[in-house]
């Protein structure tokens, strides 16, 4: 079974400039997060999914960070304009979506500003 | 904020048990305790579950106190791959539940 999926694996951006990360989950999961990981810290929930809803985006600093997933299936998460304190790696993971159900994660896709 | 409190880093011996403690003294009586795994550069690894039973798989085993306020999980002959930071969360068995990771327990195997 193939797992989550992410790319770019790194990206180094400069401040002010605009990045996008994208993720596609296993297949037939309806749960899609977007997690925020600062060296030296556990992840942190940005926004959650449930098909192409959007669940909790409560963490989600939406002045600058942007999430769609426009089909129910992938996803992108997008930066503009990023900041030297988002230098951190940006972790996407799915679950089927039922109450329980074990949540999957990308290899993630580390991100430095510049 | 996490619902669980963890050592931040702990040591253990190649080829012996490694026990890792985890307190959620404020867990509610439809929540399940989850452990997750983070080896460096990889994305956290699900390892095992359990409400108020003892579990056990091919991985680890999780023992949780009869009042379900604190568990341990154990590895019964850790390598030297085992070393990561290992995560226990407290996730409720509803709809849309949000799972919120604590700064975890960082373990090292030493040979």
């Known amino acids: 079974e193939a797992g989550v999926a992410q790319s770019p694996r790194y990206k180094i951006i400069e401040k002010r400039q605009s990045v996008a990360f994208w993720c596609n989950p296993i297949?037939?999961?309806?749960?899609l997060y977007w997690y925020q990981q600062i060296l030296g810290q556990g992840p942190k929930l940005l926004i959650q999914?449930?098909?192409?809803?959007?669940?909790?985006d409560s963490q989600l600093p939406k002045d600058r960070f942007s999430a769609e997933r426009l089909k129910g299936v992938d996803s992108t998460l997008k930066i503009q304009p990023a900041k030297l304190e988002d230098s951190a790696v940006y972790l996407c993971?799915?679950?089927?979506?039922?109450?329980?159900?074990?949540?999957?994660f990308g290899e993630g896709s580390w991100l430095t500003v510049v | 904020d996490a619902k669980t409190t963890q050592p931040p880093s702990m040591d253990c011996a190649e080829g012996r048990a490694a026990n890792l403690p985890c307190n959620h003294s404020?867990?509610?009586?439809?929540?399940?305790v989850y452990w997750y795994r983070q080896i460096h550069s990889q994305g956290p690894q699900y390892i095992i579950h359990?409400?108020?039973n003892n579990e056990t798989n091919e991985m680890a085993s999780l023992i949780i106190t009869e009042d379900r306020k604190s568990s341990t999980l154990i590895l019964p002959h850790a390598t030297l791959r085992d070393t990561a930071v290992y995560y226990c969360?407290?996730?409720?068995?509803?709809?849309?539940?949000?799972?919120?990771f604590g700064p975890g327990t960082s373990l090292s195997v030493i040979p």
């Open positions: 993971a799915s679950s089927l979506g039922t109450p329980g159900n074990t949540i999957y």
């Open positions: 297949s037939g999961h309806a749960t």
């Open positions: 999914f449930q098909n192409n809803g959007v669940v909790d």
């Open positions: 404020t867990i509610s009586g439809n929540e399940y």
């Open positions: 359990g409400l108020k």
């Open positions: 969360i407290v996730r409720p068995l509803t709809s849309y539940d949000k799972v919120i």
